[in-house]
């Protein structure tokens, strides 16, 4: 598909409006895109230009960036979100999706957010980024995926606390997540036969049960039931020798059972180009790994790269 890709600005009182022009000034006319935000909320002296239409980024974006105006409720305070512009916020995230539904925008590649604004402004009830993506989507199963250069990483649980796993890790979650992680890799990353690793949950995959009944009891059987409709998986394995390079080479995706088991991995290999993608979607959404740094917000040391990454990888994703 050679169309742009529909950039979300996020909270605009974070590093997302400045990311943003610096994603544009690094990539500009090799991954076209547009903004879609309040003007009034980017850097000042930034390059940009407004559009009526997602078709015009294609030629604007070689020399300026592109901008698909919103008219937000209040003027920008970086550091601090102002709860007025929650709505504006909501606005920019359906606007996205509605224009990547329609085929006038190739992916969507969204900025952080800040959910507590979103709730004091706009009553926001969703947990996340991802499960108001998934309502708008028709509510359907998504799943998070990680990926860089180097590793492709998906969370069988996410936010919730070690000691809530067990419980929350069910046979029909697991095989719903692999489900959604094969498919993705075939349709998405154009993978004809996808190679998956699965991780245990315990020390050594439980070790044959000495350090825990979960791997043999509820994870192997349900990698076995999925092998036999033909899917190439390799698990349970020890999570500790699943990532060094030789182990990274046999496999194209690997899960885990949690956060931390998923995560620690990636960012250690590749912490500044990490990219969060959603599975599950209609539509191919990705999102820097990172968050909105208001701490930072305003000072012009963001780094960009994340955000870089994830606007390459949308490229790519919708170019396949």
């Given at each position: ?140 199963d998504v799943v998070m995926m990680l990926a860089s250069e180097q590793l492709r990483v998906v ?166």
């Amino acid at each position: 598909m050679n169309a742009p890709i529909a950039l979300s600005c996020g909270e605009p009182a974070g590093i997302g409006p400045e990311i943003a022009v610096k994603a544009w000034n690094a990539l500009r006319a090799d991954v076209p895109f547009f903004w879609i935000g309040d003007p009034r909320h980017l850097p000042k002296g930034s390059i940009f230009k407004e559009i009526s239409d997602p078709s015009q980024a294609i030629l604007v974006s070689a020399t300026s960036m592109p901008v698909l105006s919103q008219q937000f409720a209040a003027e920008n305070n970086l550091g601090a979100p102002n709860a007025q512009n929650a709505q504006g916020v909501i606005d920019a995230i359906e606007t996205g999706v509605a224009l990547v539904k329609a085929g006038k925008a190739g992916a969507l590649c969204t900025a952080p957010i800040h959910k507590k604004a979103l709730q004091d402004g706009a009553g926001f009830t969703h947990p996340g980024h991802t499960e108001f993506l998934a309502s708008l989507d028709g509510g359907c199963d998504v799943v998070m995926m990680l990926a860089s250069e180097q590793l492709r990483v998906v969370p069988a649980t996410i936010h919730i606390p070690l000691k809530d796993v067990p419980s929350a890790l069910t046979p029909e979650v697991l095989e719903s997540v692999i489900r959604i992680t094969h498919a993705a890799l075939g349709r998405q990353f154009n993978i004809a036969s996808p190679r998956i690793a699965v991780s245990g949950l315990n020390p050594h995959a439980g070790e044959g049960g000495k350090m825990g009944l979960e791997d043999d009891a509820l994870i192997a059987p349900v990698l076995e039931e999925l092998r036999a409709e033909g899917f190439v998986l390799n698990g349970p394995l020890p999570a500790d020798t699943m990532f060094h390079a030789a182990a990274r080479a046999r496999y194209d995706a690997a899960i885990c059972m949690y956060h931390d088991q998923a995560l620690i991995p990636i960012k250690t290999l590749d912490f500044d180009k990490g990219v969060n993608i959603t599975l599950g979607l209609s539509f191919i959404r990705t999102s820097p790994d990172h968050g909105t740094a208001f701490d930072i917000a305003g000072q012009d040391i963001a780094n960009p790269s994340s955000l870089i990454e994830a606007l390459r990888m949308a490229k790519k994703m919708s170019t396949t």
